[in-house]
């Protein structure tokens, strides 16, 4: 055969197939879940003990997008030659692949239980720019001096502004409610003085890293750095975070540095992760438009919450029970102008920035949706707002009025422990300084806290919740047969009694119009052993116990 014509198909062949002569990734659906070994009767094996909780605390049921993937699915897709599992989505129900030849693919899409595949293209992110306009924070004429719980030096501006500070003033400033926080990086947390109470008081749950898959976050990319400071920060006279009590998961989903391939699926691992461990808020300040090269981007007409990954996800996190917080994006003034993904999502709160007379920032990205839901949600601080990272300093972005608000909203969810993501979402609407003609420039405006804590869409308070606690006591525990409740004083109101499982269904019910000092559930014999919640509204309050039947 002539060399020539033999070198022309060959070079023809390296054309055709160079797409796939180094690895790609794809995303790989599958249809269904099954053959599982997990069930839904049996959440322990995949949910923790917190999760399950907030679920049955919620009346959100267990279901089939709480099983994680089909192992059998996962094996048979990783053992095809060319082909490497990378990570899988319970929540999607497929898994990220690495493949290097078309062959590959073609034999991944011929499994019955394989739905579709598509390549997952590189996301592009633009972090905001940060105006590093140190503060000393020993100079006097530099603090602020406020007559609050805290004195917050340079960051007061930004509590005050949504009600922070009267929150802390009332003792609530995030103690017990766990926020994960998704980001890129944060570099220096282990060793900044910021947040020595953080990491003295054991507040510092966990770090996961969805980009290497180890647990080192901390030397990364510095921006979820600025964020944490502006919800966990402790230094007097220079920044108070808005949540400085809360504990906080740390997870870097977010390759800025090489721009990875995966970020929207990483932080749907992230945020599957953060459901699963029981956190009760995400945050992040992140957001996608551009893909590298220009190839398949986000279009306005996507913008919908139903298209991209992560949009889907984070509304699927907030069903779960998890309040999501996410940066509107800063492209406001660019050609662009919009919100970015996942803001477009249902149910989650978009924060945009305002600067600190409360104006629109310009560059905080505009709404609506490409299926005309009004966005942002809210603003908050952050045209610029007070961040740190190894020293304090201004800073610009929705990036950082996101943990702002979120920090506050943390507060607001320990003191309205039992209300859910919507109920929260509204009063905080409603509490909002543009609440009365909402806007795609602002939302609702800036809500006010102590505002939203009194708003009548929330449910009962920490306050009343301990005096509920504090009058009834349940035993034995665990059970065996008969569980007794007894009340501290008779009562003459209505009491509802009920006992789930753990999939949120109600094994048992009682209505009394009022009550003795004791009631008795007799039937507990005919229960199957296992975790049990037992749910007492008395009036306007509820408790919530665990139950463990032998």
């Not at 099954?34 to 679920?55: H, M, Q």
């Not at 740190?388 to 800073?395: I, R």
């Not at 109920?423 to 806007?439: C, V």
Request: charged residues 15%; contains cysteine; proline residues 4%.
């Amino acid at each position: 055969m002539n060399k020539k014509f033999i070198f022309a198909l060959t070079f023809l062949a390296s054309i055709l197939f160079s797409d796939l002569a180094v690895a790609q990734k794809y995303w790989v659906k599958f249809k269904n879940k099954n053959g599982t070994p997990y069930t839904t009767s049996n959440p322990s094996a995949f949910l923790s003990a917190k999760a399950i909780a907030r679920r049955v605390n919620m009346g959100i049921a267990i279901d089939q997008t709480d099983l994680p993937v089909t192992p059998s699915y996962v094996t048979q897709v990783d053992g095809v030659s060319g082909v490497t599992v990378l990570f899988r989505s319970k929540w999607l129900n497929g898994v990220v692949i690495s493949v290097t030849n078309t062959v590959a693919l073609t034999t991944i899409n011929s499994f019955t239980f394989v739905q579709s595949s598509a390549p997952v293209n590189r996301y592009k992110i633009v972090m905001p720019a940060i105006d590093r306009t140190t503060i000393n924070p020993h100079s006097e004429n530099q603090k602020t001096q406020s007559p609050s719980a805290f004195n917050y030096g340079q960051s007061a501006g930004q509590a005050s502004m949504i009600g922070a500070d009267c929150m802390h003033n009332y003792g609530w400033r995030g103690q017990g409610v766990t926020i994960a926080v998704l980001d890129a990086g944060f570099k220096d947390v282990h060793i900044d003085n910021v947040f020595d109470s953080l990491r003295l008081q054991g507040r510092l749950k966990g770090t996961r890293d969805f980009v290497t898959g180890d647990t080192m976050v901390f030397e990364d990319h510095t921006h979820g750095s600025m964020v944490l400071s502006c919800m966990a920060a402790i230094d007097p006279g220079n920044i108070i975070g808005t949540a400085p009590k809360a504990n906080y998961w740390l997870l870097r989903t977010e390759d800025v540095a090489s721009e990875t391939l995966s970020e929207e699926y990483n932080w749907i691992r992230g945020a599957e992760f953060a459901d699963s461990l029981g956190a009760d808020m995400c945050t992040t300040s992140l957001g996608y438009t551009t893909f590298d090269g220009g190839l398949n981007n986000h279009t306005y007409a996507q913008l919908d919450g139903k298209t991209a990954p992560m949009s889907i996800a984070s509304t699927m996190a907030t069903r779960k029970g998890m309040l999501v917080l996410n940066a509107a994006g800063n492209e406001g003034g660019s050609a662009w102008n919009f919100i970015s993904v996942p803001a477009d999502a249902d149910s989650i709160i978009t924060v945009g920035a305002v600067d600190p007379t409360g104006v629109k920032a310009g560059f905080s990205s505009f709404g609506p949706t490409s299926d005309g839901r009004i966005k942002p949600d809210l603003c908050a601080q952050g045209g610029p707002a007070f961040v740190c990272n190894t020293g304090c300093f201004f800073g610009n972005g929705t990036s950082f009025a996101t943990p702002v608000l979120a920090g506050a909203v943390a507060c607001l969810l320990q003191y309205k422990p039992y209300a859910k993501p919507m109920q929260i979402l509204g009063a905080l609407k409603a509490s909002a300084n543009n609440s009365i003609s909402p806007n795609n420039n602002v939302g609702w405006g800036i809500p006010n806290m102590c505002t939203a804590s009194s708003n009548t869409l929330l449910s009962v308070s920490s306050n009343e919740m301990n005096d509920l606690n504090n009058s009834i006591t349940v035993y034995p525990n665990p059970v065996i047969d008969k569980l007794n409740i007894e009340f501290a004083n008779k009562i003459e109101s209505n009491i509802n009694i009920t006992i789930n499982n753990v999939l949120g269904q109600v094994v048992e019910k009682r209505a009394l119009t009022s009550a003795n000092e004791l009631v008795e559930f007799n039937d507990f014999s005919a229960l199957k052993p296992g975790v049990y919640f037992l749910n007492i509204q008395v009036g306007n309050s509820t408790m919530v116990k665990k139950i463990v039947k032998q």
